[in-house]
């Protein structure tokens, strides 16, 4: 089967799964007012693989058939796959106008994450479905949810301690052929609008918590999954100046499993504690640089708007401004070096054969990224002025008898008349003062791990022996 086009793939999505937006069920996910937002910024990775400027970077042959599949299903069985797959990830952000379709992305790295591990267990079994599946998904150009986050109850304990079982995905049942599963896994990006989902653990475990080290992937409208979604903002917001690009972000899901039946060719892990956190560990070195790679664009646009602003203010040349701008251009310029470096050095992620970027400098981007994320909004909300938040709206300058009265009262300098100035604000509005930024400021600490987690990372793999050793030398101590 070819690419399909973003048609094709919206299609696909009237398949009778069980979506709730607002407390109702939603009978076509493409056309809910919410929801079509994620659908139409997913649209993107569907659109990359018909346009010709696009193809070379988003389209790869199927290494058996010959096929042409997208980009995304390559497999990093080489160094220069890392750098391959940033610039897949980060083209990907700018072409879709700075935000990933990420339909894609989070699950080939679990597809990845399963298939290194799989190397790792020796276990033919399970490399076998997990190939037979990527294969089936790149072949049918299928978009793929990661469900990996547990609801988890009280954080202090383990899945076997909580008082709900339902904290932590499970094992409830077994047969020869299937596995039953139930539990429900939180802040699901993209599932009420990709085709399936591929389920992993979120932590370590122990022997007496084997029902919880399950590992499957499963089409979205199987019966027993239920997905609660959250309005993040609507497609059409008519308070908001129009754009050629179209606002765009994605919808999270509460996914429930209620006693979801798993045919065995879909499990990749069916009672194996003991690797349970080596799985999680292994998504999080894919993942965590997926993340790094399409932030940059989004902050790159960012600084732009930040920049014109302060055009549009008049206030480009004052020395506070200049040194707003300085420091800016040191918070996306550092994070792209750092992307950088992590690209410079890829690994052979624990002699797999699967090559990752440098996990301990992909995770320093990270926490870097999301740690000066808010000082950063603060600084462009700091040129905006209070107009970011008091803004007449669209529908204020299409009433003929207000125009008149903004255009005489709103416009700015060099060149910026009333009506630029408001567009200008109205964008500024939506990215750093509304809802959706308190969302994506969240987002921003939060997905893709938070804080502890790069910091547990970035402790695992720093070489706090060389440092030490060479405060050693300096003594001449011989202490170890
Ligand atoms: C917008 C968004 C999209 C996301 N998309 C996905 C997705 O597609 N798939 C997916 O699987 N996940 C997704 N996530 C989940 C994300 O990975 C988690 O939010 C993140 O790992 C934090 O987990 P949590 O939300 O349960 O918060 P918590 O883990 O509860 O974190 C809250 C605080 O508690 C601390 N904490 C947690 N556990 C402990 C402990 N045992 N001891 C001490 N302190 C602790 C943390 O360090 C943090 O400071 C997404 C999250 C967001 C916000």
Known sequence: MALRTEEEYKEGLKDGRKVYMLGNSVED???????????????????????????????????????EISSYFDIPDRPEAVKERFNLVNTACSYAGGAIPFVKD????????????????????????????????????????????????????SPSEQESPDYYLRIV??????????????????????????????????????EYAVAFAIPLNTPGILQVCRPNFRYENKYLFPRPEPHKAHVESLLVFDNVRIPKERVFMNGEWQFAQALAYAFTAFHRFTAVSYKIPIIERMAGMGMLIADANGIEKASHV??????????????????????????????????????????????YFA?????????????????????????????????????????????????????????????????????????????????????????LEASIDMYKDLARKSIGSNVK
């Open 322 to 367: 200049k040194e707003i701008f300085v420091n800016m251009i040191k918070y996306v310029e550092t994070t792209k070096a750092l992307a950088q470096a992590a690209i410079a050095k890829p690994e052979n992620f624990f002699n797999t054969g699967y090559y990752v970027a440098d996990r301990l400098t992909a995770n320093i981007a990270k926490l």
């Open 29 to 67: 996910v493409t056309e809910d007012p919410y929801i079509k937002v994620g659908v139409e910024t997913a649209a993107f990775d569907f659109k990359m693989g018909h346009d010709p400027e696009m193809k070379a970077l988003a389209v790869m042959k199927d290494r058996e058939t010959g096929e």
């Open 173 to 210: 049942d077994e047969s020869d052929d299937e596995i039953v599963v139930s539990g429900t896994k939180a802040h699901i990006t993209a599932s009420a609008y990709c085709d399936e989902v591929i389920v992993i653990p979120t932590r370590n475990l122990t022997e007496n918590e084997k």
């Open 106 to 157: 989070v699950g080939t790295d679990l597809l990845n994450a399963l298939l290194a591990l799989s190397g790792m267990l020796d276990d033919k079994t399970y490399r076998d479905r997990i190939i037979s599946y990527r294969d089936y998904c790149a072949r049918k150009d299928l978009s793929m949810a990661g469900a990996v986050t547990d609801t988890k109850g009280d954080r202090s304990k």
């Open 371 to 459: 740690s000066n994320f808010h000082e950063y909004v603060r600084n462009i909300q700091d040129l905006c002025g209070g107009l970011l938040v008091t803004q007449p709206t669209y529908q204020d300058w299409q009433n003929p008898e207000l125009r008149p009265y903004l255009e005489k009262s709103l416009g700015g300098a060099n060149g910026y008349t009333a009506e630029e100035r408001l567009k200008l604000m109205s964008y500024a509005h939506h990215i750093i003062a509304s809802d959706f930024h308190g969302y994506h400021e969240t987002l921003t600490i939060h997905a893709e791990g938070s804080f502890a987690a790069q910091k547990m990372m970035m402790g």
